[in-house]
């Protein structure tokens, strides 16, 4: 069932995305295991897009938050105003109470701003003056962020950086793609409107399947090893935390759902370690001054620990 | 062949017909010896300080059923940063370079490994590769040649000195920091609200947010003014430029510019540097601005690292062209071995531009007084000489 909603979905926001098949299946991980995507790179790659097309697809309530240094908490959770026809106070729903979020530009806001969406994240439910409102499920933050500037932003803060499932680098399209897009785009830049190819029940049911992947006891202890080792490793001053151990688990079952099995491969936490683990990682400034980058890290530490392979 | 059929010797025939199919064979081989080879170059870290060592791996891979019997890899190498034992690197026609050569024997995707010690001899950007493939047939009858690897760098920052030894004060090194408050903010730049104080203006007033909270709030901009310190390197190593080039001093000042650049971001200061001298293969002055970027100290250091001897301007128009730009309130440091009068008229000229400035003097006479400016002399010595 994964897989074969899977690939609609991909193929209907491939409607509006040109090629990026592996971007849309690491999307479509964050959607399986409800969790949240941090979507990195340059201005103008079609970041915004790829998140209105998924929540589109996915028949889920989308909102959008732009970042701005002035925006307060309350802007994103909502606020209990007085009516004063009623006599009483009226709960005013923020934009965060939405099935799909897309946070844009998340670092333009203050640490303040970017910590009401903490109780979001991480327990699906916001608190206001005392009262607890729970999220409608599936909920998904999708933010942005653009790496180049560093001048009037605020970088994320670790709590917040580690309850982030994944961190998306979309990527330039090759010389291929931006042909295509130029042809399918040439009249004018109007995205065609998506409709949806599922339903929030249909993802829960999907979600609930992707926990029964399994996982063999080698290839979690696999796991495990690959996040202890970044805690021990003299380069990086902060490694990855139990919460990241969890997330590749749950991200290697996804990505194994996705290509249609019901098991987990030890590829497959090749594979998304460098999603899971890199933006989790805070490398020691002598060896940030000596070029090294997170993702170099992640690549070595994987490639180090000996697979594991049938007796 | 011909002649074996005309003479009817057999055994001519067959040695020719064995000749043909063994030269059709090598010529084929050849022509498909080089396809799917990759080659690459890994290096452990891309910078370092001089005398620090670099792994590389040197990884080739032949992702073809066809085995390649024998591939040579002449790879070009700066001596800068070669291997720790000098002998491994091959000589080469142009001067302080030389050649990493491997010989490799591939069977069908296999991948083979080299791995080497680099030692960091000296400052600079140096430029590895492109790297020469050769090889052929089975029977090293034909060859083939091909070119792979691109240009990849190494950079080697220069080595620090001990701040202490540069004279500055140990309590407030780069100069007086009066305030920590914003005095001067930038309205087109806000970072956030606050409530609201009595003697805060009723302009500031962020009425969204009033109204939501139910309490005044007002708008908070970003401070213009910030802990900003401009380095200004002065790369000239004689007054009149036709003097030539004294290399170890120009080594010291560079390395003097990345102890300041190194100790003024430690400080917490939002670190620029400009200089007269310019980058290898470009001819115009460099400016990097202040930033506050994790990757500041890199780029600071790697531009120092690049450094030439050509000088590109004169100091002193040099320096009343970028001060200028410079933000208001910010720190100078200037970085010279040759004080002129011209020098001293133009300091006196950029303290009216409201700027906190310290000129670290380098030459062997003591510079002349200045009103305004703090005045460091530590001449180059004969021990500072590499």
Same mark, same amino acid.
């Given at each position: 069932m994964i897989e074969s909603i899977s690939r609609k979905i991909r193929e209907n926001i491939q409607k509006v995305i040109v090629g990026k098949d592996e971007v849309i299946n690491l999307t479509l991980v964050g959607v399986l295991c409800e969790g949240h995507l941090l979507l990195e790179d340059v201005p103008g790659i079609g970041k915004t897009t790829l998140a209105r097309a998924l929540a589109a697809s996915l028949g889920c309530s989308f909102k959008r938050i732009q970042f701005t240094p002035d925006l307060l908490p309350s802007d994103v959770t909502g606020i209990n105003w007085f009516n004063q026809k009623a006599m009483e106070f009226e709960f005013k729903p923020g934009p965060v109470i939405s099935q799909i979020v897309l946070a844009d530009e998340i670092n333009r806001a203050t640490p303040r701003t970017q910590s009401a969406l903490l109780e979001a994240m991480q327990e699906k439910q916001i608190t206001i003056d005392g009262l607890t409102h729970a999220l409608p499920r599936p909920f998904l933050v999708m933010a942005t962020q653009n790496p180049v500037e560093l001048e009037g932003t605020f970088p994320l803060p670790e709590a917040q950086i580690d309850r982030f499932l994944l961190r998306i680098e979309v990527g330039y399209p090759s010389l291929n793609e931006e042909n295509d897009i130029l042809l399918r785009f040439h009249a004018n830049s109007d995205m065609p409107e998506i409709q949806p190819v599922t339903n929030p029940s249909e993802i829960i049911q999907m979600q609930n399947e992707r926990s029964e992947v399994r996982i063999e006891d080698s290839i979690r202890d696999y796991i495990v090893r690959i996040a202890r080792s970044t805690r021990d490793n003299p380069e990086i001053q902060l490694g990855a935390s139990p919460r990241a151990a969890i997330a590749l688990y749950h991200s290697a079952q996804a990505w194994a759902a996705i290509h249609g099995r019901d098991f987990v491969l030890p590829d497959d936490v090749k594979f998304m370690a460098p999603h899971v683990l890199t933006h989790r990682l805070m490398v020691s400034p002598q060896a940030q001054l000596r070029g090294r980058l997170p993702d170099q890290l992640v690549k070595d530490i994987v490639e180090s620990i000996p697979v594991p392979v049938e007796n | 062949m011909i002649l074996g059929i005309v003479l009817k010797v057999p055994f001519l025939v067959t040695l020719a017909t064995a000749i043909f199919v063994i030269v059709g064979f090598a010529w084929w081989w050849q022509g498909r010896s080089l396809q799917g080879v990759t080659y690459k170059r890994i290096f452990h870290y891309s910078r370092g300080f001089p005398g620090e060592h670099i792994d590389l791996q040197v990884e080739v891979e032949n992702r073809k059923i066809l085995p390649v019997s024998w591939l040579r890899i002449q790879d070009d190498w700066e001596r800068g940063v070669g291997?720790?034992?000098?002998?491994i690197l091959a000589p080469s026609y142009i001067q302080d370079r030389g050649t990493l050569t491997n010989i490799f024997s591939l069977r069908w995707y296999e991948k083979a490994n080299r791995s080497y010690d680099l030692l960091l001899r000296k400052r600079g950007i140096f430029s590895i590769g492109p790297a020469r493939l050769d090889s052929g047939d089975l029977f090293g009858i034909f060859e083939k040649r091909q070119e792979l690897g691109g240009h990849e760098y190494l950079t080697v920052f220069p080595s620090l000195v001990p701040f202490a030894k540069l004279g500055f004060s140990a309590e407030d090194p780069f100069g007086d $920091?009066?305030? $920590?408050?914003?005095?001067f903010e930038d309205p087109s730049q806000p970072m956030g609200v606050r409530e609201y104080r009595p003697e805060d203006n009723f302009r500031r007033i962020h009425w969204p947010a009033t109204a939501r909270t139910g309490q005044l709030q007002v708008k908070v901009y970003q401070p213009t003014t910030g802990q900003v310190m401009m380095v200004c390197l002065n790369v000239s190593t004689f007054a009149r430029h036709w003097e030539g080039v004294y290399p170890q001093l120009l080594e010291y000042l560079i390395k003097v510019a990345a102890t300041l650049v190194d100790e003024g971001i430690h400080q917490g200061y939002k670190v620029g540097l400009v200089a007269n001298g310019c980058l290898a293969h470009a001819d115009q002055p460099f400016r990097i601005p202040p930033g506050r970027s994790p990757q500041q100290l890199a780029v600071l250091l790697q531009a120092l690292a690049g450094v030439t001897s050509v000088v590109t301007a004169n100091f002193e128009r040099f320096l009343l062209k970028e001060v200028p730009r410079v933000q208001y309130g910010a720190t100078l440091i200037v970085l010279t071995a040759v004080t002129t009068p011209e020098l001293a008229t133009t300091l006196v000229q950029l303290r009216q531009h409201e700027r906190r400035i310290t000129l670290l003097s380098l030459a062997k006479e003591p510079p002349p007084f200045i009103p305004g400016i703090r005045i460091i002399h530590q001449p180059f010595q004969e021990q500072e000489k590499e």
């Open positions: - | 291997p720790v034992d000098e002998e $920091r009066k305030s $920590r408050q914003r005095i």
